[in-house]
T-cell receptor, first 113, second 118 residues
């Protein structure tokens, strides 16, 4: 199974400041035949199911604000919130969909400082 | 619009079984796989398995092999997840989520809380 490891486990950022979350996979999730990274990011707020934010490592889902961006390739990925808003307080998960079983990172809790 | 609507919360005793349903609407039922993911209180997301509504084929996480069964009723556009031999550690919110092959989970059910307690 591919193990996904996120860092940090939690972070507190001031409103309007940048938040950066890292995700590392135990093996590459890059598929050379189509030049795609099979990596997604989800946002989960309390009492709600996860919401897809980013897929193919850097493609924003429709309706997701452009302050959210994803980057990285192979085994190392980053989710960046460029200017943290109050509504961004949530837990963020990375997930690989390169293979089954689908695996998630342990989550990163983002709070306001 | 796409919706995945799950059955309601349940309380079960240790050793019992539970069957959770996930009714799909707003898209062609057979076109997307349906996965089950659970989340224990205060914990992260754990993938349990997947069913292909088209042929009924399944794949389960090794951890749940022998205890989980996923089925579907194409006439009702509904998938089911049955978990047996429940123990307290199975207390969690159970989600269904859909995807296409080689794609992320784009829609999720609202979640079903299963509480296992004597």
């Amino acid at each position: 199974d591919i193990v996904m490891t996120q860092s940090p486990d939690s972070l507190a950022v001031s409103l309007g400041e940048r938040a950066t979350i890292n995700c590392k996979s135990s093996q590459s999730v890059f598929y050379s035949s189509n030049n795609k990274n099979y990596l997604a990011w989800y946002q989960q707020k309390p009492g709600q199911p996860p919401k897809l934010l980013i897929y193919w490592a850097s493609t924003r889902e429709s309706g997701v604000p452009d302050r959210f961006s994803g980057s990285g390739s192979g085994t190392d990925f980053t989710l960046t919130i460029s200017s943290l808003q109050a509504e961004d307080v949530a837990v963020y998960y990375c997930q690989q969909y390169y293979t089954t079983p689908r695996t998630f990172g342990q989550g990163t809790k983002v709070e306001i400082e | 619009q796409v919706q995945l609507v799950q059955s309601g919360a349940e309380v079960k005793k240790p050793g019992a079984s539970v069957k959770v349903s996930c009714k799909a609407s707003g898209y062609t039922f057979n076109s997307h796989y349906l996965h089950w993911v659970r989340q224990a209180p205060g914990q992260g997301l754990e993938w349990m398995g997947v069913i292909n509504p088209s042929g009924g084929g399944t794949r389960y996480a090794q951890k749940f092999q022998g205890r989980v069964t996923m089925t579907r009723d194409t006439s009702a556009s509904t998938v089911y997840m049955e978990l047996s031999s429940l123990r307290s550690e199975d207390t969690a919110v159970y989600y269904c989520a859909r995807d296409l092959p080689e794609a992320p989970f784009d829609y999720w059910g609202q979640g079903t809380l299963i509480t296992v307690s004597s």
